[in-house]
């Protein structure tokens, strides 16, 4: 495959990120995970044991780092200081570990990001010698702030997360796409099939989710709709859909050499 997704130094075919909360087991998270084809996927440090923990069961032994690129993430995380010491306490259990998520909340109700926070940290943690990944809010100011702070990708959300609102403002969303010189995924919010599939359509280059697949009433089901509509986005971006027409039809056969 040539069109591949690039994060930082490293190219991936999947462009669906998957998360790893709310499943009813590892034994269901595996199966949603490999369902979804999903190389990249997220763990939240201060909810999932990754090896802190000893002598309870690790995701580590459920989903090898082998097999698959950790996305430490800082859910839970009111403040850059919380956010900062969580990622680097995710680098030391995964050996050194760079790419990480970056998430600075505002709010417990909404989950709204707080964005002065999340640009504080951001400066810190790229300043440190991580990759940030970092969930924002859909304001194109803030997320060409964040590029250039030096950013890997940025992740507007589409609605609040857990929500699954689907895509409330696709004009913002297309602004950031159009300025931005890095990755561009849809993060949070996403509710069903359909949705990833706009997000790749208007240009988004991945779409990160988990309560989407885990709450859905069969997740291994939903994850494996959700990797054809990411793919099936994806190709209709690059194919470029018709122009939109108002009041002007033009048939799909032609109009020439018809039978008098």
């Known amino acids: 495959m040539s069109d591949l997704l690039k994060i930082a130094d490293k190219v991936y075919q999947s462009r669906l990120l998957v998360g790893t909360g709310k499943y009813t087991d590892f034994a269901q998270t595996r199966a949603a995970i490999d369902a979804s084809g999903a190389q990249i996927i997220t763990v939240a440090i201060r909810r999932t044991n990754i090896g802190q923990t000893a002598g309870e069961p690790s995701l580590l032994e459920c989903l090898p780092p082998e097999e698959f690129t950790y996305l430490p993430n800082t859910a839970g995380c009111y403040s850059a200081d919380d956010a900062v010491r969580t990622l680097r306490l995710a680098r030391e259990l995964l050996d050194g570990h760079k790419l990480v998520k970056l998430e600075v909340l505002g709010d417990p109700n909404t989950l709204y990001p707080n964005m002065t926070e999340t640009l504080a940290a951001a400066k810190v943690l790229v300043k ?28 507007p959300l589409a609605s609040l997360i857990g929500s699954g609102m689907g895509i409330l403002n696709p004009w913002n969303l297309q602004i950031i796409i159009e300025n931005a010189k890095i990755p561009v995924l849809v993060d949070a919010g996403v509710g069903t099939a359909s949705d990833a599939t706009i997000a790749m359509e208007l240009g988004c280059q991945g779409v990160l989710m988990n309560t989407a697949i885990a709450a859905a009433r069969d997740p291994v089901l939903m994850a494996s709709a959700m990797k054809k509509a990411v793919e099936a986005g994806r190709e209709a971006y690059l194919a470029g859909r018709m122009p939109k027409k108002l009041y002007s039809a033009s048939p799909s056969s032609p109009t020439t050499g018809m039978i008098a």
């Not at 194109?140 to 950013?151: M, V």
């Open 128 to 155: 440190d010698g991580f990759d940030v990944m970092v969930y924002c809010s859909d304001d194109p100011i803030i997320a060409k702030q964040l590029e250039e702070i030096g950013c890997v990708a940025v992740m």
